[in-house]
């Protein structure tokens, strides 16, 4: 499974930006798909996770509201909406995914996450 992520760039403090990832192999509609973001000299933090369904979706406390994620299991992609965006959203965002078991018990665990993109660089500027 390879998973390959696109969309960042720079933007200004409330803007909108939408990153893509693309996922080769045949295993994309039986996993779960996720986003994880890296801050300059930050540990690597949970954003959101949409389980293989589509049903069970979960999101960072602090991101509620203005990240919305989705899937396309036709186009074998995920998506990350990003709104209102602040200076504090600037990172490296990882696109991820992994087996659906027991997902919602330990969904922000970068450790349960087998699968992990290149990464894609956002920056907003205030």
């Known amino acids: 499974v390879q998973l390959q992520a696109s969309g960042g760039g720079l933007v200004q403090a409330g803007g909108s930006l939408r990153l893509s990832c693309g996922v080769s192999?045949?295993?994309?509609?039986?996993?779960?798909m996720g986003w994880f973001r890296q801050a300059p000299g930050k540990e690597r933090k949970f954003v959101a996770a949409?389980?293989?369904?589509?049903?069970?979706?979960y999101y960072a406390d602090s991101l509620k509201g203005r990240f919305t994620i989705s899937r396309d299991n036709v186009k074998n992609t995920v998506y990350l909406q990003m709104d209102s965006l602040k200076p504090e959203d600037t990172a490296v965002y990882y696109c991820?995914?992994?087996?659906?078991?027991?997902?919602?018990?330990?969904?922000?665990?970068?450790?349960?996450?087998?699968?992990w993109g290149q990464g894609t660089l956002v920056t907003v500027s205030s």
């Open positions: 991820v995914g992994r087996r659906s078991a027991a997902l919602k018990a330990n969904v922000t665990v970068s450790e349960r996450y087998a699968y």
């Open positions: 192999g045949r295993l994309f509609g039986n996993i779960a």
């Open positions: 949409m389980s293989r369904s589509g049903v069970g979706v």
